[in-house]
């Protein structure tokens, strides 16, 4: 591992010496073009070096080099590539560093025109952000990005799925508008393929109980619209809880309201942010203990 570490390290002082240290070079670069190829050569096999001496971050700023001398020189792809390339290497030490260089990829990538590309980029920032630097409103932000570049090429399934990722996390930041407006969306949108049909009720499930944390009236006409675009839903058992949880609301009733939960967990498994989600709703009832 060390022997490689120092491979590593010679290259990246070769590549410093084919550059050259006075700045005027650059200024000859299209004249010295085999001098920045080799350069780069170099950058790239001392990067790879430091990823099998696991040295991440070393090798992402040599990913990093290269990318920049690609850049200059008007190697837009090959820029995207190695800036990428450096963000996989600092996804292992700094998830803040390796989303600054997939931001630098998307801006080539849209300039190119390569929008599913910079929408996939867009998406491993959010998952990022949601997993490892623990960020929800940047990933929230990433998600959006990802699903306007996908829905703009007609990806209309990977578009909704990280939209439902925006809707989710904008629930649990408490922005019950947005996850509403996009759980109907989706939901919409599902209605419209017989393969997606039925995944539909989860969705007006979902935009049902973000309407139950504004009240109780918001989520009866809700559902009532439900109804209407998606008549099969009133069979649900989802359909049956919601009414349930709305009158359990309106008459404050506290243990109508987690038996009813409870009943409803033991036979379909509901995971944590249904669980966050409904918590906030029983909450209601105990912030309002005069009312029962």
Avoid at 21 to 32: D, E, I, V
């Amino acid at each position: 591992m060390a022997d490689n570490e120092q491979k590593a390290q010679q290259l990246m002082n070769d590549a410093e010496k084919k550059l050259g240290s006075s700045k005027g070079f650059f200024n000859s670069l299209f004249g010295s073009s085999s001098k920045v190829e080799e350069a780069v050569e170099c950058y790239q096999r001392a990067a790879n070096l430091f990823k099998m001496a696991k040295k991440w971050a070393n090798a992402g700023n040599a990913f990093v080099e290269a990318a920049n001398l690609h850049g200059k020189v008007g190697s837009k792809h090959d820029a995207a590539t190695n800036y990428v390339d450096a963000a996989n290497c600092y996804k292992k030490t700094d998830p803040n560093e390796a989303a600054s260089c997939l931001q630098k990829a998307i801006e080539i990538y849209t300039d190119m025109g390569r929008f599913t590309m910079a929408a996939k980029h867009h998406q491993t920032i959010a998952e990022m952000f949601e997993s490892e630097a623990v960020d929800l409103e940047q990933a929230v932000h990433h998600y959006e990005q990802a699903a306007d570049y996908f829905r703009g090429e007609e990806s209309i399934s990977s578009a909704n799925k990280c939209l439902l990722k925006v809707a989710q996390y904008a629930a649990q930041l408490k922005n019950y508008e947005k996850a509403i407006q996009i759980y109907e969306q989706v939901a919409a949108s599902s209605l419209e393929s017989s393969l997606l049909k039925y995944s539909a009720k989860e969705y007006f499930f979902r935009a049902a109980l973000c309407n139950l944390c504004v009240d109780a009236l918001n989520a009866q006409h809700a559902i009532e619209r439900y109804e209407e675009q998606y008549p099969a839903f009133q069979d649900s058992r989802e359909y049956k809880l919601i009414k349930t949880l709305i009158e359990h609301l309106e008459e404050q009733n506290l243990e109508g309201f987690t038996d009813t939960v409870k009943e409803y967990d033991s036979i379909s498994r509901l995971d944590q942010w249904y669980t966050t989600i409904l918590l906030r709703i029983k909450k209601q009832i105990n912030d309002n203990p005069d009312l029962r």
